[in-house]
């Protein structure tokens, strides 16, 4: 079955710091969500990418849609406290399908 | 974005008791909607696909007689944990689709 390989697995960071994070995946995609879930609460939905190559921004946060269909990374700039939280790229083939998801990356930011 | 609500957000039972969660789509109508399990510190485990007006279609390893689901309205699906355990103990999220995969806020469920 699909696959995806979510990296890194946990971040600690600096307040002020920019972040990356990626997913990677054994097959392409038409779909790419990003998700932030913080402790005892379902996870949010961030940014959603539907067409290969796609930067799409929202806030501090940017997400790209891989060339290849079967990656996409989340940038966050200037990072807060509030950022921290588990991460998590879902891949979808179809729209009404269901999603794969990655294992999420922890991110931990120091005041 | 779409708005999921789950009920109850927590819940504590005896061994042996059966727990009844719903997921609702607030202002979306939703065809399908999906359940998810999630441990400490683990990603989201997908149990099922519920579809409205049909069967749920249930993820390999997952027991269909033990965890029932009805989707009975098309902003309603419920999960029904039937003589529950303490293994069953765990973080359960629907979400449903709209214009994409929204997720509700979980229940907690904690079975003595």
């Known amino acids: 079955g699909q696959q995806l390989n979510q990296s890194p697995q946990s971040m600690f960071i600096q307040e002020g710091e920019d972040v990356s994070m990626n997913c990677t995946s054994s097959?392409?995609?038409?779909?790419w969500l990003w998700y932030k879930q913080d402790p005892g609460e379902g996870p949010v939905l961030l940014i959603a990418l539907y067409k290969a190559g796609e930067l799409t921004s929202n806030g501090r946060l940017t997400a790209q849609f891989g060339i290849t269909r079967k990656d996409s990374f989340l940038n966050i700039s200037a990072s807060i406290p509030s950022d921290v939280g588990i991460y998590f790229c879902a891949g979808r083939w179809t729209n009404a399908g269901k999603s794969t998801f990655g294992d999420g990356t922890t991110l931990t930011v120091k005041p | 974005g779409a708005v999921v609500s789950q009920h109850p957000s927590r819940v504590i039972c005896k061994s042996g008791t059966s727990v009844k969660i719903e997921c609702r789509s607030l202002?979306?109508?939703?065809?399908?909607m999906f359940w998810y399990r999630q441990f400490p510190k683990q990603s989201l485990m997908l149990m099922a696909t519920?579809?409205?007006?049909?069967?749920?279609?249930?993820e390999q390893g997952v027991e269909k007689d033990k965890f029932l689901i009805n989707h009975a309205s098309l902003t309603l699906s419920t999960l029904t944990v039937t003589s529950a355990h303490p293994e069953d103990s765990s973080f359960y999220i629907c979400s449903a689709m709209s214009d994409t995969q929204y997720f509700g806020p979980g229940t907690r469920l904690t079975v003595l």
């Open positions: 519920s579809n409205e007006g049909s069967k749920a279609t249930y």
């Open positions: 097959s392409i995609f038409n779909t």
């Open positions: 202002d979306f109508q939703a065809t399908t």
